[in-house]
């Protein structure tokens, strides 16, 4: 007693093709199609089907894979009856939406906090096949993300040839248990991406070797990194091969340095014929060295040197944002390069240094850190500095740091203060031109402490170090 309208469904990667397919399509149809009536009075199509049939006579594209059912039977049979034709559609299908027709009872049964109760989307199983693994290779990404991907034996799968599929990272592999020479299952993930679904360990040829991550950059043996909380094992080393066509392109962006006319196709043909190494090299490129590119010529090398060489005047945040440490956006560039108007000072600070400027969480203070450990990004940056980058605050913005009242000063607040909360505390002393970080040591300038100031007070007396009351705060920055 429901009718149930159904068509074709389309995952979220199989629907891409399905719109390229219906785009590909010409078709105009007429208005005259209409029924008069519908043309001169409001339509309110009181069904899903009616509406469908509404937006085809209106010259609009609907899916013409549909059946309006009258019972749960007819749309097991119309899935059923998919199952293997939607193989010959022109484009990729992962199921069958089923939504009920009456629009009042769509309205009564409502939505879930997700989900609205009246459609639901029918899937097929993914085609499954088993095959060998050859081998495992790990890709750098432009971000520096390595992937294991499994070299397979060819196989097909779900209309075409596949001969890798993706291992995703590291917490994947260890789960699959998977060991060289495997028989494995692959699948397509929503009909796309080929993964690899479970490990055969019974065919599992003897003394097998597992596969593991490795620890070091395969495309330059530095130390790879993994966050404990996180999928992702990456290469930090900015001079990596792999990752420095992709670094030079962000470099170049708009929002970063800038530079006009160095696109994707010089990028690739710099670093594949070895004259770039590192967004650093990029300084030292000469005319000579660029025309004899696949299509530059004399015009547009000149014209590339030139945006380079401008390239140079770009502020401080905006080559921290260029330097593509994660999570430095163009945000959090301008707030870190705000409160270390150097890159000496930046790369000085602690990570709990970091992480005490206001909107800089625990994990991008780490991030940032750790980038500035990196043996070949501390030479980065001086090989920039000595190109005449702009890696510091310029001199009007750093003068205004310094006329603070406190000068650049370094303070620690502990315990309980009168009337300020730390908050309120931290912006009188930013405003003022000084610094808050959160641990003390010999580069803290006073100690402000309140009630129940504790082990931060006996260190700070131990070194030395000034210790000031809340009274003594404002009156230094002339607050009282
Ligand atoms: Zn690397």
Redesign the pocket.
């Known amino acids: 007693f429901f009718a149930y309208t159904i068509y074709l469904g389309a995952g979220e990667q199989g629907s891409r093709g399905a719109g390229e397919q219906l785009a590909s399509e010409s078709s105009s149809p007429s208005v005259s199609s209409l029924p008069s009536s519908s043309i001169h009075s409001p339509i309110h199509p009181s069904t899903q089907w009616a509406a469908l049939e509404l937006l085809q006579a209106l010259g609009f594209r609907v899916n013409p894979n549909r059946q309006l059912c009258q019972s749960a039977e007819d749309v097991q049979n119309y899935y059923d009856q998919w199952a293997t034709r939607r193989l010959q559609l022109s484009y990729l299908t992962d199921g069958v939406v089923v939504k009920l027709n009456d629009f009042a009872l769509q309205q009564q049964l409502g939505f879930t906090q997700k989900f609205p109760r009246w459609a639901v989307a029918l899937k097929y199983p993914a085609e499954e096949v088993p095959t060998l693994l050859e081998s495992v290779s790990f890709q750098?990404g432009r971000t520096?993300a390595v992937t294991p991907v499994a070299e397979l034996r060819p196989v097909q799968l779900a209309g075409t040839t596949v001969a890798r599929a993706t291992l995703h990272n590291a917490d994947r592999l260890a789960e699959l248990d998977i060991h060289q020479g495997d028989t494995i299952i692959v699948r397509k993930a929503g009909e796309i991406i080929p993964e690899v679904v479970r490990v055969l360990a019974e065919l599992r040829p003897e003394n097998a070797i597992k596969v593991t991550m490795p620890t070091h950059?395969p495309?330059?043996a530095?130390a790879l990194v993994k966050p404990d909380d996180e999928a992702v094992t990456r290469?930090i080393?900015s001079s990596?091969p792999?990752?420095v066509q992709g670094a030079i392109i962000h470099w170049a962006r708009r929002d970063a340095l800038d530079i006009e006319g160095l696109g994707e196709k010089w990028v690739k043909q710099l670093v594949e014929q070895g004259l770039v190494h590192s967004v650093a090299d990029l300084y030292s490129l000469t005319e000579a060295d660029l025309e004899p590119l696949d299509r530059m010529g004399k015009r547009l090398a000149e014209k590339l040197v030139g945006a380079i060489a401008a390239s140079k005047a770009r502020p401080w945040p905006s080559v921290l944002y260029a330097l593509g440490l994660r999570h430095v956006g163009t945000v959090n560039a301008k707030t870190l390069a705000q409160h270390f108007p150097t890159v000496d000072a930046l790369a000085a600070a602690s990570p709990e240094e970091i992480a005490t400027v206001h909107t800089i969480g625990p994990e991008i203070a780490q991030a940032v850190a750790q980038w500035f450990e990196v043996p070949a990004n501390q030479t980065l940056i001086d090989r920039l500095r000595q190109a005449g980058l702009q890696l510091a605050a310029d001199e009007d913005q750093a003068q205004a740091a310094e006329a603070g009242a406190l000068g650049g000063k370094t303070f620690v607040l502990t315990g309980t203060l009168p009337t300020l909360t730390r908050p309120e505390a931290t912006a009188l002393i930013e405003a003022a031109g000084g610094k808050v970080t959160s641990s003390v040591s010999k580069a803290t300038g006073y100690l402000v402490a309140g009630e129940k100031a504790g082990s931060k007070l006996t260190k700070a007396e131990g070194l030395g170090i000034v210790i000031l009351s809340e009274a003594d705060l404002l009156a230094l920055i002339g607050q009282d």
């Open positions: 750098v520096g950059c495309q330059c530095s290469c080393n990596c792999a990752i």
